[in-house]
């Protein structure tokens, strides 16, 4: 039984990401359950230094979501979050220590399940041409890279154009562009030019905060490109509104 953590972004400004990553995980061969009592993974509190309050919200989750064999998150931030803080910061409780390293021992960003445990074969068609944002978080700390696009690589006739320093930072990060906007702005700017360099209709990423802050920008800059989440376009549900743009009512 797989566990769906929605993360918070995806709960309150994007469901549809929820949706495509439950039926991408029951069309690998798994059972999904969405535990109703989940809320958030404590990444901004623990980039805060609110380290209090991210034990507590670390050790809610883990009673929530020890049950399942898998735990599966369409976020790299919020994936990193369980996999490699919460050890660290519930190492010395002795009643959580040992429960939160099995749980980061089970617990997957979406593609990186899909293709290292599930080994999904899609049966998408999309004639599109996209670029792929590789966020910090799934990069620098989970090391996923090549998962993506190797999923990418199952849709028939989709084009992947890789854009100038795909790995380099969006400008978001969490509460980053909350504490030094223009430092922010100025990285998010670079990022939205590298884009449109690029040539692609559609930008792909796994992060939905990298992927509103770059649609942000991209839409202020009257820019054409639209922004998706990878499970979206896996799933089969690329022609909604992209995100950032308005749906109908």
């Known amino acids: 039984m797989v566990g769906l953590f929605a993360t918070c972004l995806v709960d309150l400004v994007r469901p549809e990401i929820g949706f495509s990553t439950a039926a991408l ?3 690998a061969g798994f059972q999904v359950d969405v535990p109703h009592r989940q809320t958030c ?8 230094g609110a380290l209090a309050d991210s034990v507590r919200i670390a050790k809610r989750f883990v009673r929530i979501f020890e049950q399942y064999d898998y735990i599966v998150v369409p976020s790299g931030s919020c994936a990193a979050m ?3 803080h919460y050890p660290e910061i519930l190492a010395e409780n002795p009643n959580f220590s040992q429960r939160a390293k099995d749980i980061a021992r089970r ?11 599930a080994d999904i074969q899609l049966r998408t068609q999309y004639e599109l041409h996209c670029t792929y944002h590789d966020s910090c978080s799934g990069f620098r700390e989970l090391g996923i890279r090549s998962q993506p696009r190797q999923l990418l690589e199952q849709i028939s006739e989709l084009r992947v154009t ?14 980053f562009c909350v504490k030094y906007p223009q430092i922010s702005t100025q990285i998010a700017t670079e ?16 992060d939905l905060g990298c992927l509103m802050n770059i649609a942000g920008t991209l839409k202020r800059r009257g820019s054409n490109v639209r922004v998706l ?14 995100i950032g743009q308005p749906r109908s009512q």
């Open 229 to 242: 989440h990878i499970a979206e376009v896996l799933a089969g549900q690329a022609d909604q509104p992209a």
């Open 25 to 27: 995980i029951q069309q």
């Open 162 to 175: 890789e854009c100038n320093e795909s790995t380099a930072c969006c400008g978001f990060g969490g509460t």
């Open 191 to 206: 990022k939205a030019q590298n884009v449109e360099d690029s040539g692609a209709d559609i930008l792909l990423g796994g």
């Open 41 to 48: 993974c404590g990444q901004p509190h623990y980039n805060s």
């Open 82 to 84: 369980v996999r490699i």
């Open 107 to 117: 617990c997957y960003e979406l593609t990186e399940f899909l293709t290292d445990i």
